[in-house]
C-alpha cells in the first residue's frame, strides 16, 4: 500500500507541474499578442487554430512545406519564429 500512495503523490506532483507549465506558456503568448495588438483581429483560439491550419507533407525522403497565409505569417513574426519556406 505504501508504494501504491507513492505513485499517486508523485502523478499528483506531476499533474501539478503540467499545470504550471502550461500556465507559463499561456501566459507568455497573451503577453505576446498584446504587445503586438493581436487581439483587435483574432482571439488566442483563432490564432491557434490558425497556425493549426499549417501542413506540410513529407512524401520518401522529401519534406513539402505549403504556403503560410499572410495571417500565419504575421503569427511567426511576432513570436519571433523562423517563417517556413
Same mark, same amino acid.
Given at each position: &500500500?505504501?508504494?501504491? %500512495? @507513492?505513485?499517486?503523490? %508523485? $502523478?499528483?506532483?506531476?499533474? *501539478? *507541474?503540467?499545470?504550471?507549465? =502550461?500556465? =507559463?506558456? #499561456? $501566459?507568455?503568448?497573451?503577453?505576446? !499578442? /498584446?504587445?503586438?495588438? !493581436?487581439?483587435?483581429? /483574432?482571439? &488566442?483560439?483563432? /490564432?491557434?487554430?490558425? #497556425?493549426? +491550419?499549417?501542413?506540410? @507533407?513529407?512524401?520518401?525522403?522529401?519534406?513539402?512545406?505549403?504556403?503560410?497565409?499572410?495571417? @500565419?505569417? +504575421?503569427?511567426?513574426?511576432?513570436?519571433? #519564429?523562423?517563417?517556413? =519556406?
Amino acid at each position: &500500500m505504501h508504494k501504491k %500512495k @507513492q505513485r499517486v503523490f %508523485k $502523478s499528483i506532483g506531476f499533474a *501539478y *507541474y503540467l499545470k504550471l507549465k =502550461v500556465r =507559463v506558456l #499561456l $501566459s507568455h503568448i497573451h503577453t505576446v !499578442m /498584446m504587445d503586438h495588438d !493581436m487581439y483587435t483581429k /483574432m482571439t &488566442m483560439k483563432k /490564432m491557434i487554430r490558425t #497556425l493549426a +491550419k499549417h501542413r506540410v @507533407q513529407t512524401i520518401g525522403d522529401e519534406r513539402i512545406v505549403f504556403p503560410i497565409t499572410k495571417t @500565419q505569417r +504575421k503569427i511567426f513574426e511576432a513570436f519571433d #519564429l523562423k517563417v517556413p =519556406v
